[in-house]
Every structure is written in structure tokens, then in C-alpha cells.
């Protein structure tokens, strides 16, 4: 059973589209009272997933019903082939075979997957509804349920169809994640970590000391999701449509980007997260070679998301990669190659990441050469 603790709350302020993040155990069994302060009188969809459906989505009607708001479920198929072009189809047809009207709301409940697709949906919908996120992966706790960004996958490529879409509400029930497949919940635990890498030094110490705790929920938990939303909304804040600083949340993301594409995006092999674990420990290893950061930081952050159970080297990718040239191949996909200088997020150090706009490839090349044979 959830046991209610009051709820910590994290401003993300962006002029008249802020909206606060409500964190905390058993918030599911609230979110209606927390719905019906923010949108009177409103009508909802609630677009969930097959797995979590099976989980959270009875508390999430009740306590609905019990605030007095009609609610229509909308289930998808658990998994990234839902933020499809058929996914969003369903979604879209589901909203409005519902009846709701633009100020009514959608209420995205489940993961990152769920997140994308409901609220790329709410934001096309009648040119745009209310939304309202109800995270229940650690990853979309942390990450993607915050910042607005909303969308699908086409056979082309990821995330490449959507908008930015602010939520008017976020929910992050902490409790919930105690339903999550561990292996999901250590994928979330790469990108909590990867605030402190970003700007952080302190959480990243306090993470070391603690995560045993955060694994196994309660009051460390939950702080620990604040401090990533804080550390989220803040520099969302800064740079809301990613002109800028934005991009230091993709820390590790180059590299880990290169790995999913080389293991075909096979999630049995490799989830993203645990592909963030690698892509970060890579990002330190090679600021420390090009005399940004020193090899101590790099060993700490590898022994530190090792101790958690994560991947942190190349050899960890069961299956096996192709050569460093392939790996190059794929990050020069990812990223717009420049004069052959490729963009990346390196470091000074643990919680001194910074972009650096100029990378030659052919020193990513000889790293990556030796990343096989460390
Ligand atoms: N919008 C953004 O800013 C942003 C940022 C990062 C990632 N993303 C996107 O997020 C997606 C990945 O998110 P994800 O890792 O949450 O994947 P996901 O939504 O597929 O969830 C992972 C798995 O956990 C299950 N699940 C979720 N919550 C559960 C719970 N409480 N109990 C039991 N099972 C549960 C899901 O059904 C799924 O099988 C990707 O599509 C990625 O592109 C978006
Ligand atoms: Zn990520």
C-alpha cells in the first residue's frame, strides 16, 4: 500500500506556461483533488499503456471519479513501437471519440513512451489541449515528463515528428515505481545521476553516499527525483526551445546514441538508459584524454554507476559492436558534422560539463579505438 507523504513541489517557470511538479508517494491517490484545483470543471482522457495500465490505472480513475471528473481511458501496446504514426492515430481518434473539448485534458500515465505520444496528441488535437503528466518510469520522473518536448518516432528515425508542448501539471508518484522492472528502474538511474555529471557536484556526491536508499524508495527517493527536477527545470528554464544550454542535458547522449543504433535500437541488449551509463563514463574517459578532466573523475563516475549495476564500458554490450569507424558512423548520423568537427558534451570534471562545438572526428575515431581495449 502507497503511504502518503506530503508532497514536494518544484516550480518550472516559464512566464504563463509554468506549471509545478508534485512529487511524492501515493500521489496517484490525489491526483484528482490536484487536477480539479489546477482545471475546474474539466473532462479528461487518460492515455496509458498495457503494463501500466494493469497497475496504476484503478487508483488513477478512482481517485478521478472521486474529485468528480469523467475520465476515458486510452490504452496503447506497452513499448516504443506505440509512438508511431499508428499509435498517435489511436490516441487522437480515442480524444475525440471522447468528446472532449480543447480546454478538456489529457493525462499521460506511464513512461517516457506514453509521455511522448499523449502529449504530441494533446498538442495537435484540436489545435491543442490541456495536458497533464502522471510519470510512472524513473526515467520519465527524472526526464522526460518535464520540458515540454512531445513526439514520435518515424521508420526514419527517432523522436523526429512532434512539438513542444508544456504540461500544465506533473505528477510523480515515487511510489509507483515500485512496480517497475528493476532493470528499467537502474535505466532511470542513469539519467538521475547525469544532473549531478551536468552541473551538480554535490548531488553526484550525495548519490555515491546513497543510493542504496534510492533504490529502495521512501524519503531518499524522492529527494533524489526533486534534485533532478530541479536541476531539470532549471535549465529548461534557461533555454526552453534548446538554442543553447539545453543541450547539456544530452551528456553522454552522443555516444549512447551511437550504441543504440549499433545493436538496433534492441532493447533486450541494450535500454537507453543503460546505453547513458556507457555514453557518460565515454564522455569523462574522453575529456580526460584530451587533457579537459582528469582519469580520477572518470574512474569515479564508472565505479559509481557500476556499483548501481549499470553497464559503464563497451565490452558491457552483450552481443558485441562493430569497429570504432561504425560507432563513428553512426554519431556522425546523429550529429550535423561540421567541416568534419563533430559537437559534444564533455567535461571539466564531475559537474562541469560543457559543449564543445569544434571535437575533430578523427580524435573520436583514435578514443573510440581505444575505448575497445581500455
Ligand atoms: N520528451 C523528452 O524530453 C524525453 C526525454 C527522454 C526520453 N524520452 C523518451 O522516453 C521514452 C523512454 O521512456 P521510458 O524509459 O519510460 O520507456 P517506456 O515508456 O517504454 O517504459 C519502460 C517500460 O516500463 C513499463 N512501465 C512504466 N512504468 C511502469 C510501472 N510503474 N510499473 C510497471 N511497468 C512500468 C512500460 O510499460 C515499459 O514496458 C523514449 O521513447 C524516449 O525517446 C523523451
Ligand atoms: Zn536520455
Known amino acids: 500500500m502507497n503511504i502518503t507523504e506530503p508532497a514536494t513541489i518544484v516550480d518550472v517557470a516559464l512566464g504563463d506556461r509554468s506549471y509545478e511538479i508534485a512529487i511524492g508517494a501515493g500521489l496517484i491517490s490525489e491526483a484528482g483533488e490536484r487536477i480539479a484545483a489546477v482545471r475546474p470543471g474539466v473532462r479528461v482522457a487518460i492515455v496509458t499503456d ?4 494493469a497497475v496504476h490505472l484503478p487508483a488513477l480513475e478512482a481517485s478521478l471519479d472521486a474529485a468528480g471528473i469523467a475520465a476515458t481511458p486510452i490504452v496503447v501496446s506497452a513499448g516504443e513501437t506505440s509512438k508511431s504514426f499508428d499509435g498517435l ?42 495536458f497533464v503528466q502522471v510519470p510512472t518510469s524513473l526515467l520519465a520522473q527524472v526526464d522526460s515528463s518535464i520540458g515540454g518536448k512531445t513526439g514520435i ?16 501539471l506533473v505528477i510523480a508518484d515515487t511510489a509507483a515505481l515500485d512496480t517497475l522492472p528493476e532493470r ?3 535505466a532511470g538511474y542513469a539519467e538521475l545521476a547525469k544532473y549531478g555529471l551536468i552541473d551538480r557536484p554535490e548531488f553526484f556526491a550525495w548519490l555515491e553516499a ?32 534548446e538554442t ?8 553522454g547522449h552522443t555516444f549512447a546514441h ?30 580526460a584524454r584530451l587533457n579537459q578532466a582528469s582519469h580520477d573523475d572518470a574512474d569515479r563516475v564508472e565505479a559509481h554507476l557500476r556499483a548501481v549495476g549499470l553497464p ?21 548520423q546523429d550529429k550535423k558534422v561540421s567541416r568534419g568537427a563533430l559537437t559534444f558534451i564533455l567535461t571539466h570534471g564531475i559537474g562541469q560539463s560543457y559543449i564543445a562545438k569544434d571535437v575533430p572526428a578523427e580524435q573520436v575515431l583514435s578514443f573510440l579505438k581505444e575505448s575497445y581495449d581500455p
Open 184 to 186: 528499467e528502474f537502474k
Open 258 to 287: 551511437a550504441l543504440e543504433g549499433a545493436t538496433g535500437y534492441d532493447g533486450g541488449r541494450l535500454v537507453h538508459g543503460e546505453a547513458v551509463a556507457i555514453g557518460m563514463v565515454l564522455a569523462h574517459r574522453f575529456s
Open 312 to 332: 559503464t564500458r563497451l565490452a558491457d554490450v552483450p552481443g558485441g559492436l562493430p569497429g570504432a569507424e561504425a560507432l563513428l558512423a553512426y554519431i556522425a
Open 50 to 53: 498495457t503494463n501500466v495500465a
Open 153 to 168: 518516432n518515424t521508420p526514419r528515425g527517432k523522436n523526429l515528428v512532434g512539438v513542444f508542448q508544456q504540461p500544465a
Open 210 to 241: 546513497s543510493w542504496r536508499e534510492v533504490l529502495s524508495g521512501g524519503p531518499a527517493r524522492t529527494h533524489a527525483i526533486a534534485e533532478a527536477c530541479r536541476a531539470k527545470a532549471a535549465i529548461v528554464a534557461r533555454d526552453e526551445f
Open 89 to 130: 492515430q489511436h490516441v487522437v481518434d480515442g480524444i475525440i471519440a471522447a468528446r472532449l473539448e480543447r480546454h478538456d485534458l489529457v493525462i499521460a500515465l506511464g513512461g517516457g513512451v506514453v509521455g511522448d505520444l499523449a502529449g504530441f496528441a494533446s498538442g495537435i488535437v484540436r489545435r491543442g489541449m490541456g
Open 244 to 251: 543553447g544550454d539545453r543541450a547539456l542535458l544530452n551528456l
